[in-house]
């Protein structure tokens, strides 16, 4: 299922926003002017829809239930925390407007309406509602990454849990183990299989993919059941040649930081929903590129991805994929967050790839310090 478009008020900078989400949104912009906000709105929803048991709910129940702000996904504080600054007068409102599908005849707008004064989260428990509310995007078929993943370690933790929900943990704990249990699963859509795999194996394929990071590199993870951890490894292949076993202390620390992403690309299958933050951390600007190209071939394949990003590169390789046919420019949205001058308010700025990868427009600081620096330099 996906999500179409997302509305937020009076959500900490976000005072009235209304966004577009394509089959890849891009979110990017200056440091707090209000996209990590954006994302915590969606964790919201997503946070608060896991403890709620639609399914034994009738139409006549109560569709208010206590509000959770602090939890897994997201930990706000209190409500004043959260709330647009000056507004307490007024209640926050965050809804999603989701497309149509098998499950659903139309398109359906679910609210999720924080009342400010009650400290509730609202929905419109009608018939259809709560007949196909286990299909929710944010409900199942859900993995976001936060900025903070998995560092180099010899060991990492186990979870039979989130490995039955298709789930590798926030911070991509559970990758090793997930690759452990799942090595020989077969890609659930082709086309992200690497061209040099000759294999669907999942395996495989992110050790080629990773070798896009730092080339000759496979991957490995064994769980050890007697420790109750599994261990990764990698190894390199230079023509004939194979190296020794290393772990993750003794390799590029960019390796097991972009594991987690590109694990979660791969497993991912149509009607998957993915946020990721940062996929370009500690990696190499063509390594940042080819992330993006992974990201591009995904959503073009039906899993909608939400990515935060400073990186132009990151950027620049959705507009290349855009041009070799990866991704059509209508699948792919870019919004850049901004605030003016002493202004609390955040604006957002769209911005569109056109099928020659051109940008329509540049609003000021949106990747534009190169050319700052430059103009310096030569004029100096």
Known sequence: MKIDNVKIKNFKSLRDVNVNLGALTLVTGTNSSGKSSFIQAILLIKQNLETIHFSELGIDESNKKPLNINDNYVRLGNRKDILYQDVYDEKIEISLSVEKDQYFDDKDIYPLEILFDTNTLQFEANEDFLENSAHYSLNEDFQYLQTNRIEPEIFYSLSDEFLLNNNIGLSGEFTAHYLAQNRHNMLDIGALKHNNSLTNQLLENVSFWLG???????????????????????????????????????????????????????????????IIENPESHLHPAGQSKIAELCAIASANGVQIIIETHSDHFLNGIRVATKKGLLAPEQSKIYYFRKDKDELETKIDEINIDKDGGIDRYPKGFFDQFDEDLDKLITW
């Open 212 to 274: 896009e990071i730092s080339e000759g590199v496979e991957v490995s993870a064994k769980v050890y059941d007697e420790l109750q951890k599994v261990n990764l490894t990698y190894k390199y292949t230079y023509g004939d040649n194979t190296t020794s076993n290393y772990t993750p202390l003794n390799v590029g620390f960019g390796l097991t930081y972009v594991l987690p992403v590109i694990v979660a690309i791969l497993k991912a299958k149509e009607g998957d929903l993915l």
